[in-house]
Every structure is written in structure tokens, then in C-alpha cells.
């Protein structure tokens, strides 16, 4: 009779999933955005408190070595996509069919484990800027990452009047997963409420596209040099007195605009010496 009791309980009562990962996170929405970009995300560790704009390390279990037959984890940084706030884990990743962990780990699924070493780092943080008048974010295509999370972030709105959002993509679908956000902001509740309704009239959006036709093409650094990023944008020239900067992308962009704002005035910042503008390398593999 006993016995009997204790197996209907335990058929009554859900088994949870038993992580079989170490730091195992178990994801919870997948989204393909491009054949070359995808989103996913899965529950925040109760434990995980990070700042928005911050990477985390994060991956699959590689494929069992023939000779020792142990298997190592495959970890690449990826900026943290969602805000510090958030319960969910967000993050933005491209699809390279011979990356080593992105040929992988596009094919995730709701249900399926993936790896999170809960050490939150990194220099896009409002931390290592110098107060300043005008926020600019400078994206090329999965470097818009961080810069998800740094626009759901009230102190973006708090510390600044002006939010300049540039993202650089090849073709214009790779634009759809910012723009999208972008355009959700102007319903999200918590920034309405703790920043003020109409908060989002302070972001300015400029997307560009360099190998398909869009509303605006060309990249960002040729549309600065010419002047035309700033007369379509409004804003004047980038200054260090008024002007702080953000940058995430590929190595070429990385070292391109950095070198243009270096002209422009602005001094590279860090967590521990707050300066003019930061970067940072947008996750490739
Ligand atoms: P382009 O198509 O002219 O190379 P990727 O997908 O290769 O990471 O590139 C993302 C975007 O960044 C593309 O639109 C690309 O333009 C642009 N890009 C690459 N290098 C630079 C650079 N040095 N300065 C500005 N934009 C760049």
C-alpha cells in the first residue's frame, strides 16, 4: 500500500530537467533572423548580476577526444543582449557554417543546454565613460549586442541627453533584429515609467547597409568623413567636450573608428580609468 502511494506521487510530480552540463542553462527561445544571425535566449541565474553591455563566456561541450576520449567545453565571448534587469538571458550570434561552435550551436533549440560561465567582463559599460551630452553607439552587423542591452538600460537615458544609434550591416535583413528592438522601445513599460514617457525621442537611428540596397547605404566611417552622417543626423561634429562613443564590430571597423575619434578628441576608457569612448571586438567565429 505504501509502496503503491509513493509511485502515483512520483508519477503526479514533474521530474525537473537534471542539468548535465557544468554551468548548464537550459534555452528557452530560439529566433533566425537572417541565414546568418540568429537570437536566442534562456532564464537568468538567480546568481548572474552583470552590467549592461558586459560579455559573458558561453558555448557547447566539443566533440570527445578519439584518443583521451574526454570532452572539453567550446567557449567564445558573447555580449549579453538583454539588460541587467532582465530575467532572461539574450544573446545575438552570427551563423558560420564552419565555425567550430557557431556551425553547432545555430541549430539550438528550445529545451537544448548550452554553457554559461557566470563571470560577467567587459569595457562597454556606462562605468568607463567620462559624464557627457550625447551616448553614440557605433555597430557593424552582431556587434549591436551589447548596445540591445545598453538601450534597455535606464541609465543610458538618465546620464544622457542624446542616444545616436549606428549599425552597419552588409544587407538590409541584418538589420531587422536592431530595428525591431528600437521600435519596441517606445512600448517598454519600464522605461516609460522610471525615464518619462516620449524617452525615446533621444535615440537617433542610423542604419546603413554596404553590399544591398537600402534607405541609406555606405559605411559609417565614409558617411562621418564626408559629413553626411552628421547633416542627415542633425547632431554637429563629433567633440570631446559634449561627445562619448561606444564601438563594437569586426577588427577592421574596431581600428577605423577608433582612430577617427581619436581625431576627433576622444581618449580610449576602462572600467578603472573612465575616459571619452570604449570598444570592444563583436564575437566572429
Ligand atoms: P563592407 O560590406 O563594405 O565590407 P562583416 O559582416 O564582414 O563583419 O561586416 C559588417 C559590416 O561592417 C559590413 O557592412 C562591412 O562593410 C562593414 N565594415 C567592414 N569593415 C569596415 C571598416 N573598416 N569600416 C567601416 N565599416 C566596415
Redesign the pocket.
Known amino acids: 500500500m505504501t509502496e503503491q502511494t509513493s509511485v502515483t506521487e512520483a508519477k503526479a510530480t514533474p521530474v525537473p530537467k537534471v542539468p548535465t552540463l557544468p554551468d548548464a542553462q537550459t534555452v528557452t527561445e530560439v529566433k533566425h533572423w537572417t541565414d546568418?544571425l540568429f537570437s536566442f535566449k534562456c532564464k537568468r541565474p538567480a546568481s548572474l548580476r552583470f552590467r549592461s553591455g558586459e560579455f559573458v563566456m558561453i558555448g557547447l561541450m566539443g566533440d570527445v577526444n578519439p584518443k583521451t576520449g574526454k570532452q572539453k567545453p567550446l567557449l567564445r565571448a558573447y555580449s549579453i543582449a538583454s539588460p541587467s534587469w532582465d530575467e532572461d538571458l539574450e544573446f545575438y550570434s552570427?551563423k558560420v557554417q564552419d565555425g567550430p561552435l557557431t556551425s553547432r550551436l545555430q541549430h539550438i533549440q528550445p529545451g537544448d543546454e548550452i554553457i554559461l560561465r557566470p563571470k560577467p567582463v567587459g569595457t562597454l559599460v556606462h562605468d568607463a565613460l567620462l559624464p557627457g551630452k550625447r551616448l553614440w553607439f557605433f555597430a557593424?552587423?552582431?556587434?549591436f549586442a551589447p548596445f540591445a542591452s545598453l538601450l534597455r538600460e535606464p541609465q543610458t537615458y538618465e546620464d544622457y541627453d542624446e542616444v545616436v544609434v549606428t549599425h552597419?550591416?552588409?544587407e538590409a535583413g541584418?538589420l531587422t533584429y536592431g530595428r525591431e528592438l528600437i521600435e519596441a522601445l517606445k512600448d517598454d513599460e519600464l522605461l516609460n515609467e522610471v525615464i518619462g514617457e516620449g524617452f525615446w525621442k533621444k535615440i537617433k537611428y542610423y542604419p546603413?547597409?554596404?553590399?544591398e540596397e537600402s534607405a541609406k547605404m555606405g559605411?559609417?566611417?565614409?558617411l562621418m568623413r564626408s559629413g553626411k552622417a552628421f547633416s542627415d543626423l542633425g547632431v554637429p561634429e563629433i567633440n570631446a567636450d559634449t561627445d562619448r562613443a561606444m564601438i563594437c564590430?569586426?577588427m577592421?571597423?574596431?581600428?577605423?573608428?577608433k582612430k577617427m575619434l581619436e581625431d576627433y578628441g576622444l581618449e580610449e576608457g576602462a572600467n578603472s580609468d573612465p575616459k571619452t569612448y570604449v570598444v570592444e571586438k563583436?564575437f566572429?567565429d
Do not use: K, P, V
Open positions: 546568418r552570427i557593424t552587423g552582431t556587434g552597419t550591416c552588409r541584418e546603413t547597409t554596404t553590399r559605411r559609417i566611417t565614409d564590430g569586426n577592421a571597423f574596431n581600428l577605423e573608428i563583436a566572429l
